[in-house]
């Protein structure tokens, strides 16, 4: 396909909001030249505001009517702001219907940087970039954070002693530890610390505050075996291996077999030693194996409509969005902009859907694991049906054997919590708009951006821990885990939605005996077993290979 057809495509689907800009370039496998593309696309966004004017002004649209409006766009933009101009050739009719009203066009351009008071370049001042602060998780399995801030007072920077209220990025040389994350450093915005030595050597890892949440929250002990089931390119495993300080054993899983070689590259130089990489689907592991039988932990990071990440031109294509959309309803009339728009919307319904059915059947794998204690579960979506409706209905098939971790377990500090949305009731659980408060207070969610948001990616967590020891019953609601009365209630309304909770009970009595005496066994052969399931699980690792490099991908997870 011609490469401003392809992208004037891409304009189309990241305005209904159908992926991000790096992921539909330089993820974009039908995409041949991904950076001209990429820079061609964040580009036009950039200018958007003086190169729509221009077409509006000009009428282009309307004199040319075989140019929409997202190709006309970025051929204004080669025309207008690349010294080498419209590169295809002079007998492709669209060029043709532009260079037609160059003169007309370029006259416009000098008009419409005017009157939005743009920059000579045609960007609007103030509307470039969001600043976002620069968040650094540093790697303890190499350093202290002491030892960092230290290094970075000697370089001459400014170490601030409290985190500002309200939140705000750090001013310029200047920087904070994080107040939730304890092994996280903020520095100030576009602070460019990729030829740093301490980042060079792996002891800074840029990774987004947000992100770090989920293995926060899943917090395994030392000796814990884990999988990460969706887990490149890797920053939360390696975020794991370094809370267990190298101990115990994470098996991190992924489909795609590139972005699996990231996280190979990534854990080592990350000095990651307790790590297997799997280059499988996490939905088909045989959770009967040997290995399997052993894993207390899961995260649980799979692919979502990614709606919550935030970069720098995000904002800009939101109001792409927005503009197009305006365009569309203007078109109503005419062209059937109307039903456009309602295949757009019924579109994304069903993909949001088919996510949610994906998530919830991971984390439903997930519960499958017979010693499985904890699952955390993310996304970086900012959708209810990525998260409270996929909480909720995991609630309804699996509650009381599962439960939502209680907010004291689960960030406490960390002020924004889920939506209390009504999205049906969980039988003898959740019925009122109390106790969807209560569930939305188990979960953790971060707005994207500023100033009214968190100021780092939309996310989401949720924790399920299995019914344990404490509270046997296996029954009692999860923000009364101690409460007697509650557990009676909860028994009761057991009984009403036909489950056996008798049955359940004594099952869970049999399961904890049993497990007492595994961990008995356990303690004696973990260093062995260790030895033999490596080389089973080995078996199955897909052989490092040399990688290209990719911080895209890196910095975005
Ligand atoms: C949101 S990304 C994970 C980011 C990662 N947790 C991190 O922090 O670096 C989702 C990942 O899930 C992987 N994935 C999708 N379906 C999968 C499956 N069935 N089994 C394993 N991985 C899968 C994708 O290839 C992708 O790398």
Not at 200 to 210: M, T, Y
Not at 229 to 248: E, H, R, V, W
């Amino acid at each position: 396909m011609n490469f401003y057809k392809q992208a004037a495509a891409i304009l189309d689907r990241l305005g209904k909001k159908e992926g991000s800009i790096k992921g539909l370039t330089l993820g974009n496998a039908e995409v041949t030249d991904k950076k001209r593309m990429y820079a061609l696309i964040c580009e036009t966004l950039k200018h958007n505001a003086t190169l729509s004017l221009v077409l509006q002004e000009s009428k282009l649209l309307s004199l040319e009517k075989k140019l929409n409006r997202s190709l006309a766009l970025l051929l204004l933009h080669d025309l207008l702001l690349q010294n080498r101009g419209i590169q295809a050739s002079d007998a492709w009719p669209m060029k043709q219907a532009v260079m037609k009203h160059k003169t007309r066009l370029k006259a416009e351009f000098v008009k419409a940087k005017i009157k939005i008071g743009a920059t000579k370049d045609g960007l609007v001042e103030g509307e470039e970039e969001i600043l976002m602060p620069r968040y650094v998780r540093v790697n303890l399995l190499k350093m202290t954070p002491k030892q960092v801030i230290d290094t970075f007072i000697a370089d001459n920077w400014t170490f601030l002693p409290a985190a500002p209220s309200p939140p705000a990025p750090p001013a310029p040389n200047t920087f904070y530890r994080d107040e939730h994350l304890d092994f996280m450093l903020v520095f100030p915005p576009k602070s460019d610390l990729h030829l740093h030595p301490l980042y060079v050597s792996g002891v800074l890892i840029l990774q987004d505050k947000a992100s770090c949440f989920p293995a926060a929250i899943l917090a395994p002990p030392k000796d814990a075996y884990v999988i990460d089931g969706c887990a490149a390119p890797g920053n939360k495993t390696s975020q794991l291996a370094m809370s267990m300080g190298n101990g115990g054993k994470i098996i991190a899983c992924d489909l795609d077999l590139r972005r699996l070689n990231i996280l190979k590259r990534l854990t080592t130089k990350a000095g990651c030693t307790n790590i297997t990489a799997l280059n499988t689907s996490f939905l088909t592991l045989d959770t009967s194996e040997p290995d399997y039988t052993k894993v207390t932990h899961i995260l649980l990071d799979p692919s979502c409509s990614g709606s919550g990440i935030i970069n720098r031109l995000d904002h800009l294509v939101d109001a792409y969005a927005e503009e197009q959309e305006q365009a569309i309803i203007l078109e109503t009339t005419t062209t059937g902009g109307a039903a456009e728009r309602a295949a757009a919307e019924e579109k994304k319904k069903e993909r949001l859907k088919s996510l949610g059915e994906f998530q919830i059947e991971c984390v439903a794998k997930a519960m499958t694991f017979p010693n499985v204690r904890k699952i955390s579960y993310s996304t970086c979506s900012i959708y209810a049906e990525e998260n409270e409706h996929v909480v909720t209905e995991l609630l309804r098939r699996y509650w009381p054997k599962w439960k939502l971790s209680p907010r004291a377990k689960v960030l406490p500090t960390w002020h924004r919590r889920g939506y209390a949305l009504d999205v049906g009731d969980v039988p003898g659980l959740v019925s009122t708009d109390e106790d969807r408060a209560k569930v939305a207070d188990c979960l953790v969610r971060a707005v994207p951006g500023g100033p009214d948001g968190d100021l780092m990616n939309g996310f989401f967590v949720a924790c399920f821990e299995r019914v344990g020891e404490k509270d046997n019953s296996g029954l009692a609601p999860l923000w009364k885990e101690s409460n007697i009365e509650g557990r009676k209630r909860t028994r009761e309304e057991m009984a009403a939605i036909g489950d056996d909770d008798s049955r359940a009970a004594t099952a869970i009595k049999k399961k904890k005996n049993k497990n007492k005496k595994k961990k008995k066994k356990k303690t004696t052969g973990v260093v062995a077993n260790h030895q033999t399931e490596t080389g089973e699980i080995e078996a199955k690792v897909v052989e490092h290979e040399e990688e290209e490099e990719d911080d895209e991908v890196e910095e975005d997870s």
